[in-house]
């Protein structure tokens, strides 16, 4: 089945380590992007790409980045992790023509 | 921006009853989702309904964008429909824009 997949599922690093998470899919979508959600609230947009082209949402903290090596895979990089970026990361996909969303399963992000 | 507001906040039913989502919007859209997010954290999507109504199975969905609104029922509610409800539309071409979602506990 095409789909969008994320690893890892869960992730623990300590403060001020950078951490790499990552998503790739099977649905040859063209646009992908990332999501930041905190307990009780909706997903928060961080960044996406419309093939390779990067879109950062204008109240992403510098400390996120992303790759996008190809149509298949992205990445996010949190360069030095702090206690406020405990979090679910959700990735994903749409494509062109209706902009349907397909979501991950999600990375659960813990800081010790 | 395009806003979004979904009513009620929260929901608690006992199993077996059926609820009534929904989802106001404040400008013109051209698609709009609605997504349960399961207690795992997964958004999974239930419908992609710019305008009318679809079913899937106890669960339906009814657009009407001249109205600038979407409702999401649920009939004979079942625990396992526990979890978030979202809806959302696009805020400027591909970018969406979620709602703070409906919260609902279905009880055995």
């Known amino acids: 089945d095409a789909m969008v997949i994320q690893n890892p599922r869960y992730q623990v690093t300590q403060f001020g380590k950078p951490v790499t998470l990552s998503c790739s899919q099977t649905l040859n979508h063209n646009v992908m992007y990332w999501y930041q959600q905190k307990s009780s609230q909706a997903p928060k947009l961080l960044f996406h790409y419309y093939d390779k082209d990067f879109n950062n949402e204008a109240d992403t903290p510098d400390n996120f980045q992303s790759r996008r090596p190809n149509t298949s895979f992205c990445f996010l990089d949190i360069r030095s992790p702090g206690l406020g970026d405990a979090a679910m990361y959700l990735c994903a996909t749409s494509g062109s023509g209706s902009y349907e969303q397909y979501f991950g399963p999600g990375t659960r992000l813990t800081v010790t | 921006g395009i806003q979004v507001e979904q009513s009620p906040p929260d929901l608690i039913l006992q199993e077996g009853a059926n609820s009534t989502l929904r989802c106001n919007f404040s400008d013109s859209v051209n698609n709009l989702q609605w997504f349960h997010q399961n207690p795992w954290g997964q958004l999974i999507n239930l419908f992609y309904?710019?305008?009318g109504t679809k079913q899937n199975g106890r669960l339906s969905a009814t657009t009407v964008a001249t109205e600038r609104y979407s409702l999401l029922y649920i009939s004979s509610s079942q625990t396992t429909d526990s979890g978030v409800y979202f809806c959302a539309v696009p805020g400027g071409s591909y970018i969406p824009t979620f709602g703070r979602g409906t919260s609902l506990i279905v009880h055995p």
């Open positions: 309904i710019p305008s």
